[in-house]
Antibody
Framework: EVQLVESGGGLVQPGGSLRLSCTAS????????MAWVRQAPGKGLEWVAD????????GYVDSVKGRFTISRDNAKASLYLQMNSLRAEDTAIYYC???????????WGQGTMVSVSS | DVVMTQSPLSLPVTLGQPASISCRSS???????????LHWFQQRPGQSPRRLIY???NRDSGVPDRFSGSGSGTDFTLKISWVEAEDVGVYYC?????????FGQGTKVEIK
């Protein structure tokens, strides 16, 4: 079964850090672009960051540039999101997403909740 | 950034009746290769989003054929030929042609 499972969310104070992980199974991870998409409580979806097959190309939405870093380990079939200098507005469910091409996110994880609050 | 504007934002529908959601982009979604990367997602209550349609009109495996997508350039539509109870949720369009990829605000479909 094709599956993405996120972990690493939690409650963190403003200015703190968290590292999200996503473990893939059921498909050849190294053959796909991957991304993180987030959803603030009661709000819509926001494409946060993505990267290409060998992580040589990465993209970030402006609101997280310089604070978040997306990475992958193809040998471990895993995707990561290092989040630093967290702000209250980063509070959201973070979804790991498989992107076969041009944002056509065909597989989504169950999400991991990140709460930034003092 | 490309702004995706959906309408309506709330769509009460009678079971068995059709429903239509509009999605307009602030600039053309035709990529340099001639393809249009406009996708539709469904998010049922309490669930992760699920892709329904990719590249305007290609329905995903397992998606009922009462769902269809159409459009070109900057104007796109998701149609449900007849609404069933399982269709309740929020529907998002998303463009993948331009960076950053952007979603519409979402349209909440509910049963009258």
């Amino acid at each position: 079964e094709v599956q993405l499972v996120e972990s690493g969310g939690g409650l963190v104070q403003p200015g703190g850090s968290l590292r999200l992980s996503c473990t893939a199974s059921g498909f050849i991870f190294s053959n796909y672009y991957m991304a993180w998409v987030r959803q603030a409580p009661g709000k819509g979806l926001e494409w946060v960051a993505d990267l290409n097959l060998d992580a040589s190309g990465k993209g970030y939405v402006d609101s997280v540039k310089g604070r978040f870093t997306i990475s992958r380990d193809n040998a471990k079939a895993s995707l990561y999101l290092q989040m630093n200098s967290l702000r209250a507005e980063d509070t959201a469910i973070y979804y790991c997403v498989r992107d076969p091409a041009w944002g056509a996110a065909d597989i989504w994880g169950q999400g991991t909740m990140v709460s930034v609050s003092s | 950034d490309v702004v995706m504007t959906q309408s309506p934002l709330s769509l009460p529908v009678t079971l068995g009746q059709p429903a239509s959601i509009s999605c307009r982009s602030s600039q053309s979604l035709v990529a340099s290769n001639g393809n249009i990367y406009l996708h539709w997602f469904q998010q049922r209550p309490g669930q992760s989003p699920r892709r329904l349609i990719y590249q305007v009109s290609n329905r995903d495996s397992g998606v009922p054929d009462r769902f269809s997508g159409s459009g070109s350039g900057t104007d796109f539509t998701l149609k449900i030929s007849w609404v069933e109870a399982e269709d309740v949720g929020v529907y998002y369009c998303m463009q993948g042609t331009h960076w950053p990829k952007t979603f519409g605000q979402g349209t909440k479909v509910e049963i009258k």
